[in-house]
C-alpha cells in the first residue's frame, strides 16, 4: 500500500512525520499526505472520510493550511452514525471559528443534533456550539440550549449550562431569558452541574442588573447554605482534593457571593458569618486551601464595610506572606496593597514582615514589598521604616538600587519631621547609592541647607567627613562641592557646633584638598568639574593664603578640550589676578533659595514651574537654542512675591552685583525705552538680541547646567562672562562687568532696506509684503504679509497658504487674526520666514492660496509671485 494513500492509518503518518530529520523533510511528506487527501476529497471517497479529516487535524496542529478540509466536518457531521460525528465536530472546532462564513452552514445540523434522541450526540452538539458560537448561531440555537438546561441527564445539563455563558457573552440581550433556568440550577445536588450553574449565574450578574437583582432576592441564602454544607461535609472521597471537598466549588460559590454582595448592605450581613467560617476553619498548608483563603479574602474585601471580617482577612494575608511559595507571597502582597485603602491599620501589623520581604531573593516581590513599604509610611513611623531601608540599601543588589534609592528619598522628602533628620538621611543615601540618585533630588537638599542657616556648619563638617569613605559617589562629591565653596570657612573654623557632633580639626589646605580630588577625579562629569572650579574661586576669597595654590590648580584647565571649562578657568583665573577689588563682592555666599518656590516648581504648581523643554530658547552663536527660563528662575524673577523691577536695568544690576551702572538711557541710546531688570541682564549677557548671535565668544551663563538644573550661586551665574571687551562691528552696546566699559560702538546696521511689494491683488482683496533681513544671515528673509479687504463684505475664516521650490525653506508663523474686516476697515498680518539655499544664484518665487468664507459660502483664490527683489 501507498505510504500517503487515503487509507494511511494516522498513526503511520505521525510515525512518518516525526521520523523526518529536517524542517524540508517534514514540509515533503506533509505536502504528499495532503495530496492524496485531496485526491480522496476530489473522489469522494466516504470509506476514509474519517481518517482523513483526522489526519488534516493533526497537521493543522502542526502549522500547516488545511481550510481545504473544512467541507469535510459538514459532510461527517451530517453522517448519522456517533463516530463520524465525533470526528466532524472535533474537525469543527479545531479547523474552523467563529468568523468562518462556513460555519452558517452547520446551524441546521446542529439544532437538528440538539434535539437528538441520542444523548451523546445532544452532548456533542452541545461542546462545539460552547466553542465555536457566534451570535447568529446563539440566536439562533437559544431557545434548545435553555430547554436543555432542563434536561434529564446531568452532563447534558452541565453542557448546556457551559454553552449558555456562551452565548449570553455573545448576544447580551438573551440574558434575561436564562435567568430562571440558572438559578435553578444552584439547587442541584450533583457538583458538576453546581458549579457550572453558579458560574453561569456569576456572569448574568456581570452582564445583567435585572438578573443581579434577582439572585440577590431570591438565591444569597441559598448560596450561604450551600457553602456552608460544603465547607461542613464530612469526607468524600468522589470530591475530596488534600481533605477539603471540591475546592473548585468552594471558589466559584465565594466568587458568586463577592458578586452578590458588592454594595449591598443586607446581602453582605447574611454571608459575614460563612465567610468568617471560612477564614478560620479552612487549613492552609495546602494549595487548595490556600486558594479558597485567597478567594474569601478577596470576597470578604469586596463586601460592604465589616471591620472584624477585614482584620481577619488582613490577618490571612500577613500568614500568607510567611509562606515559601513565592506566588502566594506575591499575590498576598498585591492584596495588601488594595487592603491599605480599606484599612491601614491592620495592614500596618505586618509592617515587619513586609520588610523582611523587600530583602526577598526574588525581584518581582522585592519591588512589589518595596511600593507596599511606601504606601505604609507616615509620619509616625517614617524613622523606623526609613532606617530599615537605608540598612537595607548597604546590601541590598545593584539592579535593585535605583528604585530602592528613589523610594528612600521619596519617604524622606515626603515625611521628615525636621531638617537635621532629613540631611543626616540624605547623606547616608548619598553615601551608599550616590550614583543612583536623581538630578532633582539632591537639587532639592542643596535648598534645604540653603535654608537651614542654623545647621550649614553641620553639615559642611558631615559632609567632609562622608566624602573621606564615599568619594566614588557622584551626587555625594556634588553637593560636598558646593557646600564647601559655601560654607568652607565654617568647615576649618567648627563654626555652629551642634552637642551631637565630635569636634574636627580641617586646616584651609584640607578643604582645599577635597575640591581638587573631585575636580581632578576621572570619573567626574562637566557639571562636577563646573561645580569644582566655581568652589575653587570662592575659596579663593575665603581662603587667601592658599590663593596662589588654587589658581595653579584652575590654570591646569586654561586649555582644557571642554570649553565650559577652559572658559571658567580663563575668567577665573583673571578674577583673581586682575580683579581682587570686587572678588568678595562676586563670591558672596549665595542668598537663601526660596524652598516653597522650588517645591512648587518641582510639582508643576507655580507659573515659574517651566521645563527648559518648553521654555521660550534663544539661539546661541554655537547653533544650541539654550532656555531663558533658568536665569529668570535664578533670578526670583517669575515669582509671586518678587519685587517690580525698576524702571532702570542699571538698578537691578546694581543690586545684584555691587557695582556702578550708568543710566539705562545710556546705555539703550535716545527714544529707545527703558526695558525690564530682566530684558537688561540679557542684554548685558548677551542673549536673546542680535549681539548674542554675532559674537562667537558668548556663552549661556548656565551653560554647565543643560542637562541638570542644579541650584547655582550667583558667581557661577556670572562664571561665563567675557572678562576681555568683545564688541565687534553688528554687536549692540555691551558692558565688560569687570574692566568697566567698552568703547562707544558704531551704530547698529539693520541691514538692506525693501520697498513695500504688492503680490496679489483683485477686485476684493490686496495682498503686501514688507521684507526685511537679519544683520549677518543674508539667506534668510522675514516677510511680513498684510491683508486688506476691499470689498464691503467681512471674510471669515481666513486662511492663507504658501509653497516655495525645494531649493527654498518656508515657515509661516501663526496670522494675527482669522477675521478679514470689510472696506479695509483693519487688517491681518502674518510674518514668513524664507531661507534661501541659492541665494546669490536664484531668486524668490512663491505660490499663494487664499481661503476664506462671505456669508459662510467658501471663497479660493490663488497666485504665483514672481517679481521677488533679486537679492532676496
Known amino acids: 500500500m501507498n505510504p500517503f494513500s487515503s487509507g494511511t492509518r494516522l498513526r503511520d503518518m505521525i510515525r512518518a512525520i516525526r521520523a523526518c530529520k529536517t524542517a524540508a523533510e517534514e514540509r515533503g511528506v506533509v505536502r504528499k499526505e495532503c495530496a492524496a487527501i485531496r485526491a480522496a476529497i476530489n473522489e469522494n471517497d466516504q470509506d476514509y472520510r474519517h481518517r482523513n479529516l483526522a489526519k488534516l487535524m493533526f497537521i493543522h496542529m502542526l502549522g500547516y493550511p488545511t481550510h481545504f478540509g473544512q467541507m469535510e466536518c459538514l459532510k461527517l457531521i451530517a453522517s448519522p452514525g456517533f463516530p463520524e460525528k465525533r470526528i466532524g465536530y472535533l474537525g469543527l472546532m479545531l479547523l474552523l471559528d467563529e468568523r468562518q462564513e462556513v460555519l452558517m452552514l452547520v446551524t441546521n445540523s446542529l439544532k437538528q443534533d440538539l434535539n437528538h434522541t441520542n444523548q451523546y450526540i445532544v452532548g456533542l452538539a452541545l461542546c462545539a456550539l460552547g466553542n465555536i458560537c457566534s451570535a447568529e448561531m446563539a440566536r439562533d440555537l437559544a431557545p434548545e440550549v435553555e430547554r436543555l438546561l432542563q434536561f434529564r441527564d446531568p452532563n447534558i445539563r452541565k453542557k448546556a449550562a457551559l454553552c449558555s455563558i456562551r452565548i449570553i457573552k455573545k448576544v447580551p440581550d438573551l440574558a434575561e431569558n436564562f435567568i430562571n433556568p440558572a438559578t435553578a440550577l444552584l439547587r442541584e445536588k450533583h457538583h458538576g452541574v453546581l458549579i457550572t450553574g453558579v458560574q453561569l449565574c456569576t456572569d448574568l450578574c456581570k452582564i445583567s442588573t435585572e438578573a443581579l437583582e434577582h439572585i440577590r432576592k431570591k438565591c444569597t441564602d441559598g448560596l450561604v447554605r450551600t457553602l456552608k454544607d460544603l465547607a461542613n461535609s464530612p469526607y468524600s472521597p468522589e470530591y475530596d482534593i488534600a481533605g477539603i471537598t471540591d475546592p473548585f466549588l468552594h471558589i466559584r460559590l465565594l466568587k458568586l457571593l463577592r458578586v452578590v454582595g458588592e454594595g449591598d448592605a443586607d446581602a453582605s450581613d447574611s454571608m459575614n458569618d460563612i465567610l468568617a467560617q471560612v477564614a478560620t476553619k479552612t487549613e492552609s498548608n495546602k494549595v487548595a486551601g490556600n486558594a479558597i483563603l485567597y478567594e474569601c479574602v478577596q470576597t470578604i ?68 514589598a518595596l511600593e507596599l513599604v511606601y504606601v505604609l509610611v507616615n509620619e509616625t513611623n517614617v524613622k523606623p521604616l526609613a532606617k530599615e531601608l537605608i540598612d537595607y540599601l548597604e546590601v541590598s543588589d545593584y539592579d535593585f538600587r535605583g528604585d530602592l534609592t528613589a523610594k528612600i528619598c521619596s519617604i524622606v522628602a515626603k515625611f521628615s519631621p525636621e531638617k537635621i533628620w532629613y540631611i543626616d538621611q540624605m547623606l547616608k543615601v548619598l553615601s551608599e547609592a550616590g550614583n543612583f540618585v536623581k538630578d532633582e533630588v539632591w537639587y532639592a537638599l542643596i535648598v534645604v541647607i540653603s535654608n537651614a542657616s542654623e545647621l550649614h556648619g553641620y553639615t559642611v563638617r558631615a559632609l567632609y567627613s562622608a566624602f573621606q569613605t564615599s568619594a566614588e559617589q557622584e551626587t555625594l562629591v556634588r553637593v560636598t562641592v558646593w557646600c564647601i565653596g559655601e560654607y568652607g570657612d565654617m568647615l576649618v573654623n567648627n563654626v555652629g557646633m551642634l552637642d551631637i557632633e565630635d569636634p574636627i580639626t ?22 562636577t568639574k563646573a561645580m569644582a572650579l566655581v568652589a575653587l574661586l570662592k575659596l579663593s576669597s575665603r581662603f587667601p593664603s592658599c590663593s596662589e595654590r588654587i589658581r595653579e590648580i584652575i590654570v591646569q584647565f586654561k586649555g582644557n578640550l571642554v570649553l565650559e571649562l577652559q572658559q571658567r578657568a580663563i575668567e577665573f583665573n583673571s578674577i583673581i589676578a586682575k580683579h581682587q577689588n570686587i572678588r568678595s563682592t562676586l563670591v558672596e555666599r549665595m542668598p537663601v533659595l526660596d524652598e516653597a518656590a522650588f517645591i512648587g516648581r518641582r510639582a508643576g504648581s507655580l507659573p515659574g514651574a517651566t521645563s527648559t523643554t518648553s521654555a521660550p530658547s534663544v539661539s546661541l552663536p554655537n547653533g544650541v537654542a539654550k532656555p531663558v527660563a533658568p536665569l529668570v528662575d535664578l533670578l526670583d524673577l517669575s515669582s509671586d512675591d518678587a519685587p517690580a523691577p525698576s524702571s532702570s536695568g542699571g538698578d537691578l544690576l546694581q543690586d545684584l552685583l555691587g557695582v556702578d551702572l550708568p543710566p539705562a538711557s545710556q546705555q539703550s541710546g535716545a527714544g529707545q525705552a527703558s526695558k525690564s531688570g530682566t530684558d537688561v541682564l540679557l542684554d548685558l549677557l548677551s542673549i536673546g538680541s542680535p549681539s548674542a548671535q554675532n559674537s562667537s565668544s558668548t556663552v549661556d ?84 504679509a498684510t491683508f486688506m479687504n476691499l470689498s464691503s463684505n467681512t471674510y471669515t475664516d481666513f486662511v492663507f497658504q504658501a509653497a516655495v521650490p525645494k531649493f527654498l525653506q518656508l515657515h509661516l508663523d501663526p496670522a494675527s487674526s482669522n477675521t478679514l474686516p470689510a472696506a479695509g476697515d483693519g487688517s491681518i498680518t502674518q510674518n514668513l520666514r524664507v531661507t534661501n539655499s541659492q541665494h546669490g544664484k536664484k531668486s524668490l518665487v512663491m505660490r499663494i492660496r487664499i481661503a476664506y468664507k462671505i456669508n459662510g459660502k467658501d471663497t479660493l483664490e490663488e497666485g504665483q509671485v514672481n517679481n521677488f527683489p533679486r537679492d532676496l
Do not use: W
Open 301 to 368: 474585601m469586596s463586601i460592604e464595610d465589616n471591620g472584624g471580617l477585614r482584620v481577619l482577612a488582613i490577618n490571612i494575608l500577613g500568614r500568607f506572606l510567611s509562606n515559601r511559595d513565592n506566588n502566594i507571597r506575591y499575590v498576598a502582597l498585591n492584596m495588601l496593597m488594595k487592603a491599605v485603602t480599606a484599612d491601614a491599620q491592620a495592614v500596618q501589623r505586618h509592617r515587619a514582615t513586609i520588610l523582611e520581604c523587600v530583602k526577598d531573593s526574588d525581584a518581582s516581590i522585592r519591588k512589589r
Open 506 to 527: 580641617v586646616t584651609e589646605s584640607d578643604a582645599v584638598d577635597v575640591v581638587e580630588i573631585a575636580i581632578k577625579r576621572h570619573a567626574s562629569d562637566l557639571t
Open 701 to 784: 551663563i548656565l551653560s554647565s547646567n543643560t542637562s541638570n538644573k542644579a541650584p547655582v550661586s550667583p558667581l557661577d551665574d556670572l562664571s561665563s562672562l567675557s572678562l576681555a571687551s568683545r564688541a565687534t562691528s553688528n554687536a549692540a552696546p555691551m558692558m565688560d562687568l569687570l574692566d568697566g566699559f567698552a568703547p562707544s560702538p558704531p551704530k547698529e546696521n539693520n541691514g538692506p532696506v525693501y520697498p513695500s511689494l504688492t503680490v496679489f491683488e483683485s477686485s476684493s482683496l490686496r495682498l503686501t509684503f514688507n521684507f526685511s533681513k537679519q544683520p549677518g544671515n543674508p539667506q534668510t528673509t522675514v516677510i511680513q
